[in-house]
């Protein structure tokens, strides 16, 4: 109602201004009218002529056209105004005259910001407006007006707060002035993934953690005539002794008693609990723990894909649009090159130097092109060549390091397999041996013992993180490799960075799979025992626990490798960089913040929480912590450790390209998730889904269990019927876009060509025009003195 | 701040803040910046007029190979002098809440070297070795290249200078431009 309502009134404001509009415009256009115009010409010189068309004198317009479309007469009298500063104020329109009410001039006001002239002559512009005679608003519009002023100060202070609480804005103003803004966007993208994880940490808190510790589970007595029920394993699997061993240890591994914590998969119940809240209802509540679970699970991998999916997107249309101008990047360059945000002279001297290089890449990479056609057939064949063994290098590099990971990953799972069951059997002596002797002795040799467990131990924690300081190992070593042999290649600079990364990703992602699939084998010849009569020591009682596991020991090595690289390899380096001037030192100790594999490290960590939170529940939250300090040794290696680096990263391009990689680990990581969970039989000892097929017959039970309606309807979608007239119709549309976006193409052609010709057309114009007054002039001046020689003649004459 | 406060009517802060893209705080604050650049002058007259050397004291400024022209630009005496109020202005348009179509007029102004409302051949010359500093210059047959190469992609119209219409479609399409034509209060 209110709506229309406003349409129309627009619409008759525009009517009546347009009536007005007819018979002044061009007065206004033209100030002095006629004379003043010709007068102009005569003054103007023939180059100075362009100035003088209209399409000049307006084009302050522009500026406040986009933000309102109405009273375009009016602006373009602000205009003018601007174009020459000179013209007094007393030339300003008078702008009360048609004014209609308090709402405009408020809008006007707002306006009047958009405006490049002095604040004295905003201010003046401001008075007057509020000066003039206004229409009150009466009844409804003076309330609805009032509410938006309201909104409108209500976000100004809103945004002021939020801004207030925007985290680390003094740290990223500092990173912004020494490096720029393509880097300060790798900190905008950390403190992203900082907020998402803190988003998925609290979903998981709210609906897994807290009912876990809030609510009591019943436990059921395990009859022993059934002792393959899965109550009855789980009941085993629960008190079960654990090997006692250093509170440290057990941290940084999650065995011992930290496995039987919320962090991991084992500890949450498969039952429905039941509770009161004894004053609000007065029947008992339910709460379904393994349907939480995994709905859990599902909206954080959906929240994380929206919110990949909506970032990427705005990034691509950028990109888009840029694209379609990939001839605007010497454009960029000249006028977008200078982050006008630097500070200090010695980020300003590498900004300098960064465009340069910019500038000669860009020049020579032309040159490159029209070499690439020159080149003589040998010369080519040589670079293909080259390029095919450096790729085969890199393939075998890839595996090799696949294998390597895959055989030190036997190695310590066939150790600790020896040592465990070597472990129990010292035990059992110690207990053996603890019950006979007498009680002095029996302290000195606990001692003893201990002593020699804590080595063990200590092996025993080495051997198990052996795979993970391989992977990070490998991690750092090879992509220098990499980077050393693409010099051979011969690539042009932007592809260098893009196979670079690609080829690191890989690296990366390669060795994570190998991880997995030696997970999946070990579990797979090591599960479905029930722990009831399971003494085997070597056998899973909860392999999803173990994945857990794995993969948070895995992120903790991540980080205490960032973290001990940054301090203690890389902080000394920069540290001999800085106080010494021979050479080779400051080879080996000067670095330049390399942003592909920073980014590549902080996505890595994410592909490895998105991999484990389904088996360790707490991962996000590690994570968040995790991302809070990465911040800080990322700042560190950024201000303390590294100089700007010679390449110029732009922002734009590089968030997409964040964005890009973060999808591809997305999708990595929650592939071998999903097919553990709609495939690999879930553990009868613990967790929410023990006694199910797999986790999504789980699903399907529940599904089964809703109303016949909806199970109906959402069965209809699935079949035939529905889908294939719903790929139809999203395939028509797919092609009307298409069509669409060609046509438009075509438009843009046609219309740029006319451009051109049009740009001619004025030019030829402007030419006839200037030759035309020139003449005019020199008429003119033959005239006067024609006259001037009259008049001589005359006074002559008359004396 | 409370000093700072002082020096303003609450009638004037609203003002700025009506007619640039700051709160009242951030005026105050941008307030202490200025004051920042030459205490007791601006201490005796809250709008003191400070020469052109004495702004380019600005951090952000100092480096700027564009400093005397972005002065020049903001200032109402048009000779690069800046008051308290051509300051405001100044890093109102910088700021982060200033729409891309007012930097970029301004922008334009910045980079219109010679002021004829057209960026010509002279003015991309000037710009490209200002952005390549003091110390490195690019060989005049490069420079001359990266003009071409500029007014290739940009000159719609082909006359061999941008008009304004031009420099803003420019300016549309580079998602760039607002992240780098920024300073932060």
Redesign the interface.
């Given at each position: 109602m209110s709506g229309s309502n406003s349409k129309n009134k627009a619409r008759s404001k525009k009517q009546e201004g347009w009536e007005e509009a007819g018979g002044e415009f061009y007065q206004e256009l033209y100030p002095g009218g006629e004379q003043e115009l010709f007068d102009n010409l005569q003054r103007a010189d023939a180059a100075?002529l362009?100035?003088l068309l209209p399409?000049?004198q307006a084009?302050?317009t522009?500026?406040v056209k986009?933000?309102r479309s109405q009273n375009e007469r009016r602006q373009s009298t602000y205009a003018r105004t601007t174009q020459s500063?000179d013209i007094h104020l007393s030339m300003l329109p008078d702008l009360s005259e048609n004014l209609s009410n308090e709402e405009r001039t408020w809008e006007e006001?707002?306006q009047?910001?958009?405006m490049?002239v002095?604040?004295?002559q905003?201010?003046e512009l401001?008075a007057r407006l509020q000066n003039a005679t206004k229409l009150r608003l009466q009844g409804f519009e003076q309330l609805q007006w009032r509410q938006r002023k309201v909104w409108h100060r209500f976000s100004?202070?809103f945004s002021?707060i939020v801004g207030k609480l925007e985290l680390w804005q003094s740290p990223m103003?500092e990173i912004?002035?020494k490096f720029g803004?393509g880097v300060v966007?790798y900190f905008l993208f950390l403190r992203w993934l900082l907020f998402l994880n803190l988003a998925i940490s609290v979903i998981i808190i709210l609906f897994m953690i807290l009912p876990k510790t809030l609510l009591h589970e019943i436990h059921y007595p395990c009859e022993d005539y059934e002792q393959n029920s899965t109550i009855c394993c789980s009941n085993y699997y629960m008190t079960k002794n654990l090997t006692d061993s250093n509170v440290f240890f057990d941290v940084i591994q999650g065995t011992g008693w930290m496995e039987r914590t919320i962090l991991f998969y084992g500890v949450y119940t498969d039952q429905i609990y039941s509770y009161y809240i004894a004053n609000l209802f007065q029947s008992e509540l339910y709460y379904n723990m393994p349907m939480a679970y995994i709905l859990v699970a599902i909206s954080w991998v959906l929240l994380s894909l929206i919110a990949i999916v909506k970032t990427a997107a705005r990034g691509f249309k950028?990109r888009l649009?840029?694209n379609?101008?990939q001839?605007?990047?010497?454009?960029?360059l000249?006028?977008?090159?200078?982050?006008?945000?630097?500070?200090?002279?010695k980020?300003?001297?590498i900004k300098?130097?960064g465009?340069?290089n910019e500038?000669?890449g860009?020049?020579e990479e032309e040159k490159i092109n029209e070499e690439r056609q020159l080149r003589t057939r040998e010369s080519q064949i040589l670079i293909y060549f080259k390029r095919l063994l450096v790729n085969i290098v890199v393939f075998v590099i890839l595996i090799a390091s696949g294998v390597l990971i895959y055989f030190t990953f036997n190695y310590s799972t066939d150790k600790l397999n020896e040592d465990t069951s070597k472990f129990s059997e010292n035990l059992n002596e110690v207990h053996v041996e603890n019950s006979n002797q007498s009680h002095t002795e029996k302290f000195t040799l606990r001692l003893y013992k201990e002593g020699g467990l804590f080595f063990g131990q200590l092996e025993n924690t080495l051997l198990e993180f052996l795979p993970f300081i391989c992977i990070v190992v490998l991690n750092i070593i090879v992509p220098e490799i990499f980077s050393y042999l693409i010099k051979f290649e011969s690539y042009t600079p932007a592809y260098v960075l893009f196979i670079t990364l690609l080829r690191t990703v890989l690296l990366r992602l390669s060795s994570l799979a190998v991880l997995l699939s030696q997970m999946y084998t070990y579990v797979r010849d090591n599960r479905f025992v029930c722990s009831y009569n399971n003494n085997d020591p070597s056998k899973l009682d909860c392999w999803e626990t173990y994945v857990g596991q794995q993969l948070y020991k895995l992120i903790l090595t991540d980080f205490a490798v960032q973290f001990v690289t940054t301090f203690f390899i890389n902080l000394p380096r920069a540290f001999v960089a800085r106080h010494t001037n021979s050479r080779c030192f400051k080879m080996i100790g000067e670095q330049d913040f390399y942003l592909p594999k920073h980014v590549l490290d902080i996505v890595y960590t994410q592909t490895i929480i998105w991999m484990g939170s389904f088996f360790c529940p707490f991962l996000p939250i590690i994570g968040t912590i995790f991302y809070f300090l990465i911040f800080y040794i990322k700042k560190f290696t950024c201000l303390t450790n590294c100089t700007p680096s010679p390449v110029v990263y732009?922002?734009?391009k590089s968030k997409s390209l964040f964005m890009s990689v973060l999808l591809l680990g997305f999708i990595v990581s929650i592939a071998p998730v999903a097919y553990s969970v709609a495939e690999i039989f879930p553990s009868v000892n613990c967790g929410p889904f023990r006694g199910y097929g797999n986790v999504w017959e789980f699903v399907v039970q529940t599904f089964e269990g809703f109303p016949f309606v909806i199970r109906e309807f959402i069965f209809r979608l699935g079949t035939s019927t529905f889908a294939v007239p719903a790929f139809a119709v999203l395939l028509f549309f797919l092609y009307y876009y298409w069509a669409v976006a060609a046509a438009n193409r075509h438009m843009v052609t046609v219309l740029?060509n006319q451009?051109?010709l049009?740009?001619?057309d004025?030019?030829f114009l402007l030419n006839r025009l200037s030759a035309f007054i020139r003449q005019h002039q020199k008429r003119c001046e033959r005239r006067n003195r024609a006259s001037f020689a009259d008049d001589d003649s005359i006074r002559q004459s008359s004396r | 701040m409370g000093q700072g406060k002082s020096q303003f009517t609450e009638e004037e802060l609203q003002?700025y803040e009506?007619?640039?893209?700051f709160?009242k705080?951030e005026v105050l604050y941008a307030h202490q910046k200025f004051k920042a650049l030459a205490p007791e002058k601006v201490g005796h007259n809250k709008n003191a007029k400070l020469p052109m050397t004495k702004v380019l004291q600005y951090?952000?400024l100092?480096?700027?190979?564009?400093r005397d022209r972005i002065c020049k630009v903001?200032s109402?005496s048009?000779d690069g002098d800046c008051t308290f109020?051509?300051f405001?202005?100044m890093m109102?348009v910088?700021s982060e809440m200033a729409?891309k179509?007012?930097k970029?007029?301004?922008?334009f102004?910045i980079?219109d070297f010679d002021g004829?409302?057209?960026i010509g051949v002279s003015d991309?010359r000037e710009?490209?070795e200002r952005?390549?500093?003091p110390?490195?210059k690019?060989s005049d047959s490069?420079i001359q290249?990266?003009v071409q190469?500029?007014l290739?992609?940009?000159d719609?119209?082909?006359?061999g200078a941008l008009?304004?219409?031009e420099?803003?479609h420019?300016?549309d399409?580079?998602?760039?431009?607002c992240?780098?034509?920024?300073?932060?209060l």
């Open positions: 100075k362009a100035t399409s000049k084009r302050n522009t500026t986009r933000a500063r006001i707002m009047i910001k958009a490049p002095p604040m004295n905003k201010r401001k100004i202070r002021e103003r912004e002035g803004t966007s950028e649009v840029e379609e101008g001839f605007y990047k010497y454009c960029n000249v006028f977008g090159g200078w982050d006008f945000c630097i500070h200090n002279d980020s300003a001297k300098h130097k465009i340069y500038v000669k860009y020049l732009k922002a734009s740029k451009l051109v049009e740009g001619h004025k030019q | 003002d009506d007619l640039t893209y709160t705080k951090p952000e100092r480096v700027n190979p564009f903001f109402s048009n109020e051509d405001l202005d109102s910088f729409p179509a007012v970029a007029e301004h922008a102004r980079f004829d409302d057209m991309l710009v490209i952005l390549c500093g110390e490195l690019l490069e290249q990266l190469n500029v290739e992609e940009a719609l119209d082909d006359d008009s304004f219409a420099f803003e420019i300016i399409k580079s998602s760039d431009f992240h780098a034509f920024r300073i932060r």
